[in-house]
C-alpha cells in the first residue's frame, strides 16, 4: 500500500492555515475580554448628573454608546437586572452623541428600548456626564442608594457583546435586593465613550 505524503508547498500551505485560525481565534478571544477604561465614580451623586436625574430612590445610571455593537447585550442584562429586583431603582440611560448632533443622532434600536424598558434618556454630548461618572466605556454602570451613596461601579456583562449570568450583573441584583451592601468596582466591556467616534461603531 502506498502511504500519502504531502508535498512541502502543500504542508506548508496547511501549517500557514492552521495558524491563521488559531491565531484569528486568540485576537478574538482577547478582544472579548479586554477591559475598557473607567476612572472611580464619585462616593456621592454629582450634582451635573443629580439636577437632571432627581430621585428618592436607588438611582443606577448607565452610559451607553447607540452606535457601539456591544450595547445590545449591556440592554439585555439591564432588563434581566429589572426584572429580578423590580421597582428596586429609577434607571438613567447617559446616551452618547457627538457635542454639535440633533438628538436625532441616538435614534436607533437601542433607544427604542430603552424606552420600552421605561428607562430615562438623558443626551450625553461627548459623554461629558458618563465622564463625571468616572464611565469612560459604553456599558459602564454606576449605582447609587437612596441616600446617594456609591455602591456599584463596573459592567454587568461577562465580556463584549455576550449576555449570561454573570458575577458582575449578580452583584448588582443582590445590591438591589438588600442582599449585598456593595461591590468593588468590576470590569466594563464596551466601546469607548469619546469625542470623536463618529462612524467608528455601526449597528
Given amino acids: 500500500m502506498r502511504s500519502f505524503r504531502l508535498k512541502p508547498a502543500w504542508l506548508l500551505a496547511l501549517l500557514l492555515w492552521l495558524g491563521l485560525i488559531v491565531g484569528g481565534y486568540a485576537w478574538l478571544l482577547r478582544y472579548s475580554f479586554a477591559a475598557g477604561k473607567a476612572s472611580a465614580s464619585p462616593h456621592t451623586i454629582p450634582s451635573?448628573?443629580?439636577?437632571?436625574a432627581p430621585s428618592a430612590?436607588?438611582?443606577?445610571?448607565l452610559a451607553l454608546h447607540p452606535r457601539c455593537p456591544c450595547s445590545r447585550a449591556t440592554l439585555s442584562e439591564l432588563a434581566t437586572i429589572l426584572s429580578r429586583a423590580p421597582e428596586a431603582c429609577d434607571v438613567t440611560v447617559l446616551m452618547y452623541k457627538p457635542a454639535g448632533?440633533?438628538?436625532?443622532?441616538?435614534?436607533?434600536a437601542l433607544l427604542d428600548k430603552c424606552r420600552q424598558m421605561n428607562c430615562r434618556v438623558l443626551p450625553d454630548?461627548?459623554?461629558r456626564l458618563a465622564g463625571s461618572l468616572g464611565s469612560l466605556t459604553s456599558g459602564g454602570v454606576v449605582l447609587y442608594d437612596a441616600k446617594g451613596r456609591?455602591?456599584?461601579?463596573?459592567?454587568?456583562?461577562?465580556?463584549r457583546g455576550h449576555e449570561g449570568d454573570n458575577a458582575a450583573k449578580q452583584a448588582?441584583?443582590?445590591?438591589?435586593?438588600?442582599?449585598?451592601?456593595?461591590?468593588?468596582?468590576?470590569?466594563?466591556?464596551?466601546c469607548p465613550i469619546q469625542p470623536n467616534p463618529t462612524e467608528r461603531y455601526s449597528l
Fill in 150 to 159: 456609591l455602591r456599584y461601579q463596573g459592567g454587568i456583562t461577562a465580556s
Fill in 172 to 190: 448588582v441584583i443582590q445590591i438591589l435586593r438588600g442582599q449585598r451592601d456593595s461591590q468593588k468596582s468590576m470590569p466594563v466591556f464596551g
Fill in 101 to 108: 448632533e440633533p438628538d436625532s443622532w441616538m435614534e436607533g
Fill in 48 to 52: 451635573s448628573v443629580a439636577s437632571q
Fill in 125 to 127: 454630548p461627548d459623554g
Fill in 57 to 61: 430612590r436607588p438611582q443606577l445610571f
